[in-house]
C-alpha cells in the first residue's frame, strides 16, 4: 500500500524543484549589490540576478537626472576580438565601416543574418589596431566563430572575465576626477582610455544609455569591489546612488535609444516571418 510523502519529503521535493527556477549566477558586483537591496525585485538577465529597482525606483531615476547613478552592466555579453584581419572582419560582420574608427575611440553598430535581416545591434571598443572589445545583448559566439573562417582573428567570449559599470548623471564626471582617474577630463563623446586602478588597469568610455553626461568602466573581474568601492567613497558628496533597471530604463526611453528584444526583434527570436527587421526599418 503506498504511503503518502512526508513533509519532510514534500519540502525536500519543494526545495529541489525551485532550484530551477532560481537565478544563480551573480556578477563580481553581486556583494556590494545585495548589500543595498531593499524591494529584493530582480530579474534575469542572462542567467544573472540583477535589479529592477534597489530601493525605490523613482527616486533612482531621479539620481540619474540629478546626481550620479551606479548601474551593473556585467551581464553584457563582451567578445574580445584581435589579431591581425580584425579590422577587416569586423568591417565584414558589421554594418559601419570599422576603417574609420581609431584606436580609442567607440561607435554604435549592428550586425546580420545572411539575408539582411538584424541579428543584433551594440557597441563596437577598438582597443588598439588590432584589438576590440564587442559589446551586446545576445550571445554570438558560434555565428562571429563561423563567420571569421579565412580572418587572421581569434574571437573570446570575456563577459565572465570583465565586470562593468555604468556612471551616469551630471556629477559623474566630478565623481571620477575625485576618485584619482587623472585625465578622464580630456575623454569626448565616444572616447575611450585606460587608467591606473588597484595594480593594474581598467578602461573607460565616456558612453552610456542614459542620454546623459556618463561614463562606461570595464575591470578584470578580481578588482571589481575594489572599484565600486573607490567610486562610492569618492561620490559620497557628490550624491552617487546605485540604481536598477527601470530607472534606467525610463532614461533610456527619453533619450530615444534602442534594446534588442524589446523595440525590434532580433533575427533569431523572430518566430513570425513578418517580425523580421532589416537595419533600415529599425
Same mark, same amino acid.
Given at each position: 500500500?503506498?504511503?503518502?510523502?512526508?513533509?519532510?519529503?514534500? =519540502?525536500?521535493? =519543494?526545495?529541489? *524543484?525551485?532550484?530551477?527556477?532560481?537565478?544563480?549566477?551573480?556578477?563580481?558586483?553581486?556583494?556590494?549589490?545585495?548589500?543595498?537591496? #531593499?524591494?529584493?525585485?530582480?530579474?534575469? %538577465?542572462?542567467?544573472?540576478?540583477?535589479?529592477?529597482?534597489?530601493?525605490?525606483?523613482?527616486?533612482?531615476?531621479?539620481?540619474?537626472?540629478?546626481? $550620479?547613478?551606479?548601474?551593473?552592466?556585467?551581464?553584457?555579453?563582451?567578445?574580445?576580438?584581435?589579431?591581425?584581419?580584425?579590422? @577587416?572582419?569586423?568591417?565584414?560582420?558589421?554594418?559601419?565601416?570599422?576603417?574609420?574608427?581609431?584606436?580609442?575611440?567607440?561607435?554604435?553598430?549592428? %550586425? !546580420?543574418?545572411?539575408?539582411?535581416?538584424?541579428?543584433?545591434?551594440?557597441?563596437?571598443?577598438? &582597443?588598439?589596431?588590432?584589438?576590440?572589445?564587442? !559589446?551586446?545583448?545576445?550571445?554570438?559566439?558560434? /555565428?562571429? &566563430?563561423?563567420?571569421?573562417?579565412?580572418?587572421?582573428?581569434?574571437?573570446?567570449?570575456?563577459?565572465?572575465?570583465?565586470?562593468?559599470?555604468?556612471? *551616469?548623471?551630471?556629477?559623474?564626471?566630478?565623481?571620477?576626477?575625485?576618485?584619482?582617474?587623472?585625465?578622464?577630463?580630456?575623454?569626448?563623446?565616444?572616447?575611450?582610455?585606460?587608467?591606473?586602478?588597484?595594480?593594474?588597469?581598467?578602461?573607460?568610455?565616456?558612453?552610456?544609455?542614459?542620454?546623459?553626461?556618463?561614463?562606461?568602466?570595464?575591470?578584470? @573581474?578580481?578588482?571589481?569591489?575594489? &572599484? /565600486?568601492?573607490?567610486?562610492?567613497? $569618492?561620490?559620497?558628496?557628490?550624491?552617487?546612488?546605485?540604481?536598477?533597471?527601470?530607472?534606467?530604463? #525610463?532614461?533610456? &526611453?527619453?533619450?530615444?535609444?534602442?534594446?534588442?528584444?524589446?523595440?525590434?526583434?532580433?533575427?533569431?527570436?523572430?518566430?513570425?516571418?513578418?517580425?523580421?527587421?532589416?537595419?533600415?526599418?529599425?
Amino acid at each position: 500500500m503506498n504511503q503518502l510523502p512526508t513533509l519532510d519529503a514534500s =519540502a525536500a521535493r =519543494a526545495a529541489a *524543484q525551485s532550484h530551477f527556477r532560481t537565478l544563480r549566477l551573480g556578477t563580481p558586483f553581486q556583494p556590494r549589490i545585495d548589500a543595498l537591496a #531593499r524591494t529584493n525585485d530582480w530579474y534575469n %538577465w542572462a542567467g544573472y540576478r540583477a535589479p529592477h529597482s534597489l530601493w525605490d525606483e523613482e527616486l533612482e531615476y531621479f539620481a540619474i537626472r540629478s546626481q $550620479a547613478a551606479l548601474f551593473d552592466i556585467s551581464p553584457m555579453t563582451k567578445y574580445r576580438i584581435a589579431g591581425p584581419d580584425a579590422e @577587416a572582419f569586423l568591417n565584414r560582420v558589421t554594418l559601419r565601416d570599422v576603417t574609420k574608427l581609431k584606436s580609442g575611440r567607440v561607435h554604435y553598430t549592428a %550586425w !546580420c543574418d545572411d539575408d539582411g535581416f538584424v541579428l543584433d545591434d551594440g557597441t563596437l571598443f577598438r &582597443l588598439s589596431p588590432t584589438r576590440f572589445r564587442l !559589446c551586446s545583448q545576445e550571445r554570438h559566439l558560434p /555565428w562571429l &566563430l563561423d563567420s571569421a573562417t579565412g580572418f587572421d582573428v581569434t574571437v573570446e567570449e570575456e563577459t565572465e572575465a570583465v565586470a562593468g559599470l555604468a556612471l *551616469q548623471g551630471p556629477t559623474s564626471f566630478a565623481v571620477l576626477r575625485d576618485a584619482g582617474f587623472a585625465g578622464v577630463e580630456r575623454l569626448r563623446v565616444f572616447d575611450l582610455a585606460e587608467f591606473p586602478h588597484d595594480h593594474g588597469t581598467i578602461t573607460i568610455s565616456r558612453t552610456g544609455f542614459t542620454g546623459d553626461l556618463g561614463y562606461e568602466l570595464f575591470v578584470p @573581474a578580481d578588482k571589481a569591489l575594489s &572599484l /565600486w568601492d573607490r567610486l562610492i567613497l $569618492a561620490g559620497e558628496l557628490r550624491g552617487i546612488r546605485a540604481i536598477g533597471y527601470t530607472a534606467l530604463n #525610463r532614461a533610456r &526611453l527619453e533619450a530615444g535609444l534602442i534594446v534588442a528584444n524589446a523595440d525590434f526583434t532580433t533575427s533569431e527570436h523572430a518566430i513570425r516571418a513578418d517580425r523580421l527587421r532589416m537595419p533600415d526599418e529599425i
